[in-house]
């Protein structure tokens, strides 16, 4: 969590998510390994020795925990969930319960 929040800070860095996603998920790689954090990072063409310091100094510690307090104040327990207003969705859905949220949530159709 704290070298996706490192991550973020750099160009291109947004990708991070789903290049963990794809590297723990498709690739089968323990992404509990700083080397293989690290080679998510090069494969993205972000700067590996950037990446390794945000781990070893932990700067990113109290932006991380900081989303975990915000998510216990939304009552957040699992992941992903889905708030449009006050309403919530959790856990993978399929797309017409996504959109029923969208819509009572106030979105309106473009057509």
């Given at each position: 969590?704290?070298?996706?929040?490192?991550?973020?800070?750099?160009?291109?860095?947004?990708?991070?998510?789903?290049?963990?996603?794809?590297?723990?998920?498709?690739?089968?790689?323990?992404?509990?390994?700083?080397?293989?954090?690290?080679?998510?990072?090069?494969?993205?063409?972000?700067?590996?020795?950037?990446?390794?310091?945000?781990?070893?100094?932990?700067?990113?510690?109290?932006?991380?925990?900081?989303?975990?307090?915000?998510?216990?104040?939304?009552g957040i327990t699992a992941?992903?969930?889905?708030?449009?207003?006050?309403?919530?969705?959790?856990?993978?859905?399929?797309?017409?319960?996504?959109?029923?949220?969208?819509?009572?949530?106030?979105?309106?159709?473009?057509s």
């Amino acid at each position: 969590q704290e070298l996706a929040k490192w991550a973020e800070t750099q160009p291109g860095g947004e990708g991070i998510h789903d290049a963990l996603y794809r590297a723990y998920f498709v690739d089968g790689l323990n992404i509990a390994l700083v080397d293989s954090l690290l080679g998510v990072v090069r494969r993205m063409g972000l700067p590996e020795d950037e990446g390794r310091e945000a781990l070893v100094s932990r700067r990113f510690r109290e932006a991380v925990d900081l989303d975990w307090r915000r998510c216990r104040e939304f009552g957040i327990t699992a992941v992903p969930t889905f708030f449009v207003g006050s309403q919530a969705v959790v856990g993978a859905q399929p797309y017409e319960v996504l959109e029923r949220l969208v819509q009572t949530g106030g979105a309106r159709s473009l057509s």
